[in-house]
């Protein structure tokens, strides 16, 4: 990637994929460029424009960019501290993607440009850009960025022509569009394909747009000479060329009624006079037709009723077999007898109990095979407990992932329910980072392991498994620690299974931890993914204090954890939230970044 203007200050390029474990961010890193230019002056931290740009502009930026892909507004009223805001995304990706970029391109902007006043961030498939000036409508080329390709085609001359051709085409088109946005293709051979893509800034106006698309279509012969690919862009516009497919095909819409294959328009005549009448039908086939169709309809509508019916007195059965006809009949494998949890848990005896939840105890048992295991027996007198039951069956046994605990295997016999689980040896978070004497054997090594650890599996959770889950219930208690204090979540049976494009969801059994449930979850029932991420932060903090959420500080007049969380952060003492134990640690600033990632906008003074 080369910058064409060697006077256009700090350039960056991300050149390979990252995650954001402490985020659950994903960051493609194709075409990539980041501009914080130097010579223009930073804001300082608390600022009345630092608090615009982070609190109002991004996020507004992000929500309503997501909506149809372009958003532009200005937040402030004194002109010293007014930021202007832009985001776009390309015109050929769906609107999940395009708020899964802007999403990531406010934090990239905000980790990798602090304080810089102007920035102008593009993945690879959005843009979002700020400043304290005004720019919308305006042609802006002073960073002219070109990705060079080296691998040339066969007979230049004609290949320049016809992609001269292609991108002057998608240039009329675009400029012309209110997307202002077109693909296109030519066949430069009897093997291959040429694609292009050319985008200007929505807020730019036809002939805006068009002059610039038009300079940098004319810098193609003097940059690229016949390259099989090429990509140039500025602040306002950008063309892009590759002999493979690069960007996304849309389904085309279905025809309208008049265009269906087989319908009976009738066609003028060329004199404009109606087409001459057909014969009429006679009254004996209408007598016929009439009838049949009646009756085919009366059929059909049986039929459907029938089906209605049959459908409706099946989902209508309470009792588990009934149940097991929908997700719980593809989990027979996973069955085990009654006799042989007995077995492996002495009886259920009070020496193997590993302890006690809401839904009932939990058993450690090892099975003739001596693999060991951990059961648990829902109560009889559990509530919903069926209902959770069969939740933790389907949901886990299509999990896999390392920082999760692994489903081998239930029971459903009388009125026993058991779920049967991988054994974890060293039994759950909240027995140490609670524990004065346990928690010593926790130093912060361990401890950041932890939070990567569960950061993973929430990643997995919400955007790499095959599903979208919302565990609900994301505590220290539900955190289970291997041999070598390897994090994984356990506990689903509150969990909920998004649908697909679903991003959020409301209920009326608030179940959950109090301390751990997000606001808006504990106040209205209203949960997506963010819950989660809110659940997630309080662990962070009990994790770096060793204190419960519900604990008071002994040397603060604030009633819980959390409260004195946010004192500390605002009187810029960050680490006197860390547990007394890490008092030796040498690992400081990265205990400060993680504390950061709960408080956006702390600097260290």
């Keep these: 990637m080369l910058t064409h203007n060697p006077s256009a200050t700090e350039f960056i390029q991300i050149p390979f994929l990252f995650i954001i474990l402490l985020r659950g961010l994903h960051i493609q890193a194709q075409d990539t460029f980041l501009h914080c230019p130097a010579n223009t002056p930073n804001y300082t931290s608390g600022s009345e424009y630092e608090t615009n740009l982070r609190k109002f502009l991004l996020p507004s930026l992000v929500s309503n960019g997501s909506i149809n892909g372009f958003f532009n507004t200005s937040v402030g009223t004194n002109p010293n501290n007014t930021v202007y805001g832009l985001v776009q995304c390309r015109g050929d990706i769906s609107m999940d993607s395009c708020k899964s970029c ?145 960007y996304e095909l849309q389904t085309p819409p279905p025809p309208p009624p008049d265009t269906v294959p087989g319908s009976m328009s009738p066609l003028p005549s060329d004199s404009g006079k109606e087409p001459p009448p057909g014969p009429e039908p006679s009254v004996n086939t209408v007598a016929v037709a009439v009838p049949v169709v009646v009756g085919i309809s009366l059929v059909l509508v049986a039929v459907c009723f029938y089906c209605l019916r049959r459908k409706k007195s099946v989902t209508s059965k309470s009792d588990i077999q009934g149940a097991s006809r929908d997700p719980m009949e593809n989990q027979d494998s996973l069955q085990f007898d009654l006799v042989t949890i007995r077995d492996a848990t002495n009886e259920f005896s009070d020496a193997n109990k590993l302890g006690e939840g809401g839904f009932g105890a939990v058993y ?32 886990l046994n299509k999990l896999q992932h390392r920082n999760l605990v692994r489903l081998l295997g239930f029971c459903f016999e009388g009125h026993e329910q058991i779920l ?116 997630f932060g309080v662990l962070l903090l009990e994790i770096v204090s060793g204190r419960k ?44 970044r993680v504390i950061k990632t709960l408080a956006p906008g702390y600097t260290q003074e």
């Excluded at 919308?136 to 230049?156: A, H, I, R, T, Y």
């Excluded at 090892?366 to 951990?374: D, H, M, P």
């Excluded at 027996?377 to 949901?395: A, D």
């Excluded at 751990?516 to 504990?522: D, H, K, L, T």
């Design 102 to 246: 802007l999403n990531s391109s406010s934090v990239v902007v905000i980790q990798k440009c602090t304080n810089h006043i102007d920035v102008d961030v593009r993945l690879y498939e959005c843009l979002l850009r700020y400043s304290n000036t005004r720019f919308f409508g305006e042609v802006d080329e002073s960073l002219l960025v070109w990705f060079p390709n080296q691998e040339k085609v066969n007979n230049l001359d004609i290949f320049n022509g016809q992609l001269g051709n292609l991108m002057n085409d998608l240039m009329a088109d675009a400029s012309s569009d209110s997307s202002k946005f077109d693909v296109g293709s030519f066949n430069y051979n009897d093997f291959s394909k040429i694609y292009g893509m050319v985008q200007c800034t929505r807020d730019l106006s036809r002939d805006s747009c068009t002059s610039c698309l038009q300079d940098m279509i004319g810098r193609i012969p003097s940059l690229y000479n016949g390259s099989r690919s090429g990509h140039i862009m500025t602040q306002s516009c950008f063309i892009r060329y590759d002999d493979n497919m690069f």
């Design 364 to 395: 450690k048992g090892k099975l003739q095979n001596g693999q060991e295991i951990a059961v648990k027996r829902l109560s009889v007198n559990s509530g919903q407990g069926l209902q959770e039951f069969k939740n933790e069956v389907v949901l």
């Design 420 to 535: 049967i689980y991988e054994h974890v040896a060293n039994r759950s978070l909240d027995k140490y980072i609670f524990d004065t004497r346990r928690k010593v054997l926790l130093d912060w090594e361990k401890r950041y392991k932890i939070i990567a650890g569960i950061a993973r599996g929430l990643l997995y959770l919400r955007e790499d498994s095959r599903l979208t889950i919302i565990h609900r219930d994301l505590k220290a208690g539900n955190i289970l620690l291997t041999e070598e204090m390897e994090a994984k979540i356990a506990d689903f049976g509150l969990a909920k299974l998004f649908e697909i494009d679903q991003t959020q969801g409301n209920t009326s059994r608030i179940a959950g931890t109090l301390g751990y449930m997000a606001p808006e979850y504990a106040l209205h029932g209203l949960f997506s993914v963010k819950s989660d991420v809110y659940s």
């Design 549 to 592: 959420i519900t604990s008071s500080h002994r040397s603060s007049p604030t009633p819980d954890l959390l409260s004195y969380a946010w004192k500390n952060w605002r009187e810029r003492t960050p680490l006197e939230l860390m547990d007394p134990i890490l008092s030796h640690c040498s690992s400081r600033n990265e205990v400060i």
